[in-house]
T-cell receptor
């Protein structure tokens, strides 16, 4: 099956620090999405990227769609305790009813 | 803000029993999905559904699984004869027209004993 490699697997940072995580794939995706999951909850959509090279922000979150269409990056600036959770990247082929292929997630812990 | 809802939040069942997991997608969405997540692992696609038909299913979605949209609002996943390895979180997702943004429900935790 399609493999998405997400790194780092986990991060432990201090409140106020910036965070960066990325996702790479062996094949091309036409859409990249980033989700956050809190314990026992469903993934919540943070950002969707539709175009290679696109840089999109949502508050303190910024995500980029890699030029090769095989990677994507998520940055969180000035982290706060409620940023704690698991962040997943997901790739989409860009066709109607297309499945999402998920990465294994980055577990973020923020120390006050 | 509209959201996907799922019931029950937790289902415990014995091996071999049938379970039905229920979802109410966002009301104007047209495309529906089921995913599952085994504890500590990534989210995996099960099936996509549109216009009362399965569009695509993964290798996980074998003959024990079925989906149905019995009325205009509900979308269900049935597992006919549960196995221990079916224990997982099951997420329903829905997607609007002209968008690849899938919105997930809170999930049903299925525990098979």
């Amino acid at each position: 099956g399609q493999q998405l490699n997400q790194s780092p697997q986990s991060m432990f940072i201090q409140e106020g620090e910036d965070v960066s995580m990325n996702c790479t794939s062996s094949s091309i995706f036409n859409t990249w999405l980033w989700y956050k999951q809190d314990p026992g909850e469903g993934p919540v959509l943070l950002i969707a990227l539709y175009k290679a090279g696109e840089l999109t922000s949502n508050g303190r979150l910024t995500a980029q769609f890699g030029i090769t269409r095989k990677d994507s990056f998520l940055n969180i600036s000035a982290s706060i305790p409620s940023d704690v959770g698991i962040y997943f990247c997901a790739g989409h082929r860009g066709s109607t009813l297309g499945r999402l292929y998920f990465g294994r997630g980055t577990q973020l812990t923020v120390w006050p | 803000e509209p959201e996907v809802t799922q019931t029950p939040s937790h289902q415990v069942t014995q091996m071999g029993q049938e379970v039905i997991l229920r979802c109410v997608p966002i009301s104007n969405h047209l495309y529906f999905y089921w995913y599952r997540q085994i504890l500590g692992q990534k989210v995996e696609f099960l099936v996509s559904f549109y216009n009362n038909e399965i569009s695509e299913k993964s290798e996980i979605f074998d003959d024990q699984f079925s989906v149905e949209r019995p009325d205009g609002s509900n979308f269900t996943l049935k597992i006919r004869s549960t196995k221990l390895e079916d224990s997982a979180m099951y997420f329903c997702a829905s997607e609007g027209e002209n968008s690849y943004e899938q919105y997930f429900g809170p999930g049903t935790r299925l525990t098979v004993t």
